[in-house]
C-alpha cells in the first residue's frame, strides 16, 4: 500500500519537477518560440536605442551578435542568450544568429535535435557563414552520419576554399567509413590549411592507408 502510494506521489509530483527544471523563455532561443508580441516593447525599445546611434536594425544586430559570440566562447550562456534573442529581435532573418543558437543549445542543452533544426534554419537564410556550414557538418558526424557530414563540409569550401576545420570533417568522415586513402588525403590536406586535427588522426589514417 505503502508503494502504491509512493508511485502515486511521484507521478503527481514530476510535472512539477519537470516544470521547474526547465528554462525560462527568456534564457531559450527566439523566447523559447513564444509569440513576438509577448518581446514587442522589448523590440521597440531596441529599435529606439540603435537609430539614435544612427544604427540600422542589421547593424544593431551584429553588434549584440559579437557580444553574444564572445560571451558564447567564454561558455557564458546566460549573457549569450541574452544577446543573440535581441539581435533575433531587431533582424530575425540574421543567419548568424542561429547558428550561435545552435551551438549555445547544442553545448549549454546537448539537445541534439534542436540544434540541428537552428542549423537548418540558419542554413535556410541568406549569407550563411561558411563555419556555420562547418559546425553543423561536425554534428552530423557526430551522429554517425558520415555522408551527411560530408556534403555539407564540401558546401563549407565552395563558400571559402579556406575556412577551418571543414577538411577535418571529410577526412572524418572518409576514415568512420573505412576509406583510409581519402581519409589520410583530407587529413594532409587539414594539416596544410591549419585545421584543428584531433591528435594523432593523421598519422592513424595514413598509416591504414599504407598497410591496405
Same mark, same amino acid.
Given at each position: 500500500?505503502?508503494?502504491?502510494?509512493?508511485?502515486?506521489?511521484?507521478?503527481?509530483?514530476?510535472?512539477?519537477?519537470?516544470?521547474?527544471?526547465?528554462?525560462?523563455?527568456?534564457?531559450?532561443?527566439?523566447?523559447?518560440?513564444?509569440?513576438?508580441?509577448?518581446?514587442?516593447?522589448?523590440?521597440?525599445?531596441?529599435?529606439?536605442?540603435?537609430?539614435?546611434?544612427?544604427?540600422?536594425?542589421?547593424?544593431?544586430?551584429?553588434?549584440?551578435?559579437?557580444?553574444?559570440?564572445?560571451?558564447?566562447?567564454? %561558455? &557564458?550562456?546566460?549573457? +549569450?542568450? *541574452?544577446?543573440?534573442? #535581441? =539581435?533575433?529581435?531587431? /533582424?530575425?532573418?540574421?543567419?548568424?544568429? @542561429?547558428?550561435?543558437?545552435?551551438?549555445?543549445?547544442?553545448?549549454?542543452? %546537448? &539537445?541534439?535535435?534542436? +540544434?540541428? *533544426?537552428?542549423?537548418? #534554419? =540558419?542554413?535556410?537564410? /541568406?549569407?550563411?557563414?561558411?563555419?556555420? @556550414?562547418?559546425?553543423?557538418?561536425?554534428?552530423?558526424?557526430?551522429?554517425?552520419?558520415?555522408?551527411?557530414?560530408?556534403?555539407?563540409?564540401?558546401?563549407?569550401?565552395?563558400?571559402?576554399?579556406?575556412?577551418?576545420?571543414?577538411?577535418?570533417?571529410?577526412?572524418?568522415?572518409?576514415?568512420?567509413?573505412?576509406?583510409?586513402?581519402?581519409?589520410?588525403?583530407?587529413?594532409?590536406?587539414?594539416?596544410?590549411?591549419?585545421?584543428?586535427?584531433?591528435?594523432?588522426?593523421?598519422?592513424?589514417?595514413?598509416?591504414?592507408?599504407?598497410?591496405?
Amino acid at each position: 500500500m505503502r508503494k502504491q502510494a509512493l508511485c502515486l506521489a511521484l507521478l503527481v509530483a514530476l510535472p512539477v519537477l519537470q516544470e521547474s527544471i526547465s528554462a525560462p523563455a527568456y534564457l531559450m532561443p527566439m523566447f523559447g518560440g513564444q509569440a513576438r508580441r509577448s518581446s514587442a516593447n522589448e523590440e521597440k525599445a531596441l529599435v529606439a536605442t540603435y537609430e539614435k546611434r544612427g544604427f540600422t536594425r542589421q547593424e544593431g544586430a551584429r553588434e549584440l551578435l559579437i557580444t553574444g559570440w564572445n560571451a558564447l566562447e567564454k %561558455k &557564458d550562456y546566460t549573457n +549569450a542568450i *541574452s544577446q543573440l534573442n #535581441q =539581435a533575433w529581435l531587431l /533582424d530575425p532573418e540574421y543567419a548568424d544568429v @542561429y547558428h550561435g543558437f545552435a551551438l549555445i543549445v547544442e553545448r549549454r542543452d %546537448k &539537445d541534439v535535435k534542436t +540544434a540541428e *533544426s537552428l542549423y537548418r #534554419q =540558419a542554413l535556410n537564410k /541568406d549569407d550563411v557563414a561558411p563555419e556555420t @556550414y562547418v559546425d553543423y557538418g561536425r554534428l552530423l558526424l557526430l551522429q554517425g552520419r558520415a555522408d551527411e557530414s560530408r556534403e555539407v563540409s564540401y558546401k563549407a569550401l565552395d563558400v571559402s576554399p579556406r575556412v577551418r576545420d571543414a577538411r577535418v570533417n571529410i577526412a572524418q568522415a572518409h576514415y568512420r567509413q573505412g576509406n583510409f586513402v581519402k581519409a589520410c588525403r583530407w587529413a594532409k590536406s587539414a594539416q596544410q590549411n591549419g585545421d584543428n586535427l584531433p591528435k594523432g588522426f593523421q598519422d592513424e589514417a595514413c598509416t591504414h592507408a599504407d598497410s591496405g
